[in-house]
């Protein structure tokens, strides 16, 4: 059986009693980071073999380990902190266990993106993950682009030193007063949920040094409905679409529409992979 066990992601207290029974009788432990997932071992009052699995030795690692499945061993699969695979090495062992006809099981627990909706006060009934945005300034706020009109919240996570870029990105390509929250430190000693729109929450970052220390997830609230110019926006929009460039093209449409700008770009790459270029 290959166990995809959930670790807590701050607070010891949250590890489920099933948890720590599957992580005591494993054959083994496949941890992201075996230094990590030792100390937390520990303070659990356990003790098993560790076998490290991270992004860089997943795909060499996966045969070994489905070997070990296939001869009767018990191998639960850790993260450093959450559930396994989010964002998180993990799938190339649980989809060749599946090819393999071994059986693959969950035991729940936390994690960052739920325990952040939970409590942002954003809706939570349907939701986007994204995981990490790209590093580049330039691929990420083409990628939020095309994120803004998505009408469900939207969770990311970010690395603590891009925060404040991040979040003045997505008040460009979302708007500054979309609603937003950065939830810091989940289950920590610090933890801190800030609330507030984007362009607030850009503004604090810049100014609160705390707001970027630590882990974080930001949400951002969805897209409003399409008002009813969206019809004649992306009328508009295939007809450019076919002479200009997408950026050229949502500032053209905008002008003529009176849609903002930002939401006729989102739009405009959107309509741009279904509309050939120099098609007539």
Sequence with gaps: MLYVVATPIGNLGDISARAREIL???SAVAAEDTRHSGRLL???GLERPLLSLHEHNERARVAELVARLQRGENIALVSDAGTP???DPGYLLVA???AAGIAVTP???PNAVIAALSASGLPCDRFCFEGFLPARAAARRQRLAELAAEPRTLVLYEAPHRIAQCLEDLAGACGGERRACVAR??????ETFYRGTLAELAAQA???ADLARGESVILVAGAPAAEPGAGLLDATLRVLLR???PSAAAAAAASLTGVRRADAYARALALARDVPPGTT
């Design 96 to 98: 060749a266990a599946v």
């Design 243 to 245: 002479h200009l460039p």
């Design 107 to 109: 035991v729940p627990g």
């Design 206 to 208: 810049r100014s609160d």
């Design 185 to 190: 430190e989940l289950t920590k000693r610090f």
């Design 24 to 26: 005591a009788a494993a």
């Design 42 to 44: 520990r303070e659990l």
């Design 85 to 87: 695979l989010l964002s």
